[in-house]
Nanobody, 116 residues
Framework: QVQLVESGGGLVQPGGSLRLSCAASGFTFSNHGLSWYRQAPGKERELVATITRTGGSTNYSDSVKGRFTISRDNAKNTVSLQMNTLSPEDTAVYYC?????????WGQGTQVTVSS
């Protein structure tokens, strides 16, 4: 029943910006924190950003701090990731995540490619 659907990925030049969105359903959205992860070729999946239930607190990995912003809209059941000053090192498949009843749920992922 839990479903997460990412969108907004694409090709962008170094220094550019992109905004990702994740639409959620199948659970009480406002009762859960959410996260964005990414996985680059040959790399393990890594945590990028986390946001609490109300959106009052956020956390970021060192590699994206100051460039990325996570936000949520509980009225629309969406969580977003604003990505600025992108570099080729940000190229990866990006996933949203929620922990529900002790299990991890993932969307299908959206590809972000940063290249000139």
């Amino acid at each position: 029943q839990v479903q997460l659907v990412e969108s907004g990925g694409g090709l962008v030049q170094p220094g550019g910006s992109l905004r990702l969105s994740c639409a959620a359903s199948g659970f009480t959205f406002s009762n859960h924190g959410l996260s964005w992860y990414r996985q680059a070729p040959g790399k393990e999946r890594e945590l990028v950003a986390t946001i609490t239930r109300t959106g009052g607190s956020t956390n970021y990995s060192d590699s994206v701090k100051g460039r990325f912003t996570i936000s949520r809209d509980n009225a629309k059941n969406t969580v977003s990731l604003q990505m600025n000053t992108l570099s080729p090192e940000d190229t990866a498949v990006y996933y949203c995540n929620v922990r529900y009843w002790g299990n991890n749920y993932w969307g299908q992922g959206t590809q972000v490619t940063v290249s000139s």
